[in-house]
């Protein structure tokens, strides 16, 4: 679904369901778009949050429905599945769908559809736009796995939170902690990836990490036999540094 389509069905989450969810204003994007999510919950207060998001990389449109869709079962289904009706009352759920707004919406042109970078202007001297918000969180900043050549994919910026996108992502969690973990969707591979992407090293909650990891696979491969990789994402894909996981 194209933007309009996805901030729409946001919108009627919240209409449907009052009760339960409420729209959020995460901040604006370089071309003034804003970026939107829910907040979803049940009845009571003071507990621990769950953040899901989508569309760091424009191209990446499986991104965008998979947390869609998990907004959608949490809301449509809080009446009739106890499961549901469970997490819902005892976690709060911030759900992004779309990080990156104005790459997103560059890929729905005929410009370019495999376009995986915000719309930053070109820097003096360049003629490429871009930066990739995936490269431009401080843990890591700079390091291997991004570059700091405007025209390649992983450009990361001229500075951590150079760009509105994760700097409004940042004050979003620091503003909120009572966030114990969130989720980052990315296509394509079957894998599923926890901290560090910026260091071979481990983090000291590693093996909470490869416990969830694990978890979570094995949950997977419940549903359709589909088998993923796991673990740190330095590892298990690449360096990736001054990413949103770490």
């Not at 390091?143 to 405007?150: E, L, Y």
Request: charged letters at 15%; aromatic letters at 12%.
């Amino acid at each position: 679904k194209n933007l309009d389509a996805v901030n729409a069905k946001l919108n009627a989450m919240v209409a449907d369901r009052p009760d339960l969810v409420t729209l959020l204003d995460i901040g604006t994007t370089l071309q003034g778009r804003h970026i939107y999510g829910v907040r979803i919950t049940g009845p009571g207060t003071n507990k621990p949050a769950v953040q899901f998001n989508g569309c760091h990389h424009a191209r990446e449109w499986i991104t965008v429905m998979v947390p869609m869709w998990i907004a959608d079962r949490f809301v449509y289904e809080y009446d009739t599945n106890s499961s549901i009706h469970s997490i819902v009352d005892r976690v709060e759920f911030f759900i992004i769908p779309v990080v990156n707004l104005d790459g997103f919406v560059y890929t729905w042109t005929p410009n370019n559809r495999l376009w995986r970078k915000n719309r930053r202007s070109p820097p003096v001297g360049s003629t490429c736009y871009g930066v990739d918000d995936n490269r431009n969180y401080a843990t890591g900043w700079g390091g291997g796995g991004s570059s700091s050549d405007p025209c390649n994919e992983t450009y990361r910026g001229t500075a951590a939170f150079s760009e509105p996108e994760t700097a409004a992502m940042r004050d979003f969690a620091v503003a909120r902690p009572q966030i114990i973990a969130t989720q980052s969707y990315h296509s394509y591979s079957q894998l599923f990836m926890s901290p560090w992407g910026y260091t071979a090293s481990l983090p000291p909650d590693n093996p909470t990490f490869l416990e969830v990891d694990a978890a979570s696979t094995q949950a997977i491969a419940a549903v359709h036999g589909m088998s993923y990789g796991y673990g740190p994402i330095y590892s298990t894909i690449y360096q990736a540094s001054g990413n949103d996981v770490d």
